[in-house]
């Protein structure tokens, strides 16, 4: 099981570095979540009610995006594609991002950093679901 984990690079390390890079990578986590609960149900019952938190998921980045931009105006990103890979997998790179996210956000606005920690606080409760509830 563990030769299957795939790492996060140190190019997405980097990419965790601009605000635009952190939110566009949390809404290909969003879209991610959601495809991945939909395509669950073929593989496991299990997988598929573990993903089911999607709109959460959803709502805690779309929260994080109003409150930066209330706060600097508005941000440009780009949306990407989610990847085709394992919920495991993906969600163990997506934790590890985040927290390197923290280097996003100025030190003072630890509102924002409450907002980012609320949204890794959801990763690792669906990755909880995802290894232990089956």
């Known amino acids: 099981m563990l030769g299957d984990k795939i790492m996060i690079s140190l190019n997405e390390f980097k990419s965790a570095s601009t605000f635009q890079n952190v939110i566009s990578k949390l809404f290909e986590a969003r879209d991610f979540t959601h495809k991945a609960h939909l395509l669950a149900k073929s593989r496991s019952y299990a997988e598929h009610k573990a993903l089911k938190n999607y709109d959460k998921f959803g709502d805690l980045v779309d929260t994080l995006y109003e409150v930066y931009s209330g706060q600097y105006g508005l941000v440009k990103f780009e949306l990407s594609k989610a990847p085709d890979m394992e919920p495991i997998a993906y969600f163990e790179d997506l934790g590890k991002f985040c927290i390197a996210a923290h280097d996003a956000i100025e ?28």
Do not use: A, P, S
């Open 107 to 134: 030190k003072r606005d630890t509102h924002l950093h409450q907002l980012l920690d609320n949204v890794i606080e959801e990763v690792y409760h669906v990755l909880y679901r995802l290894r232990f509830l089956k």
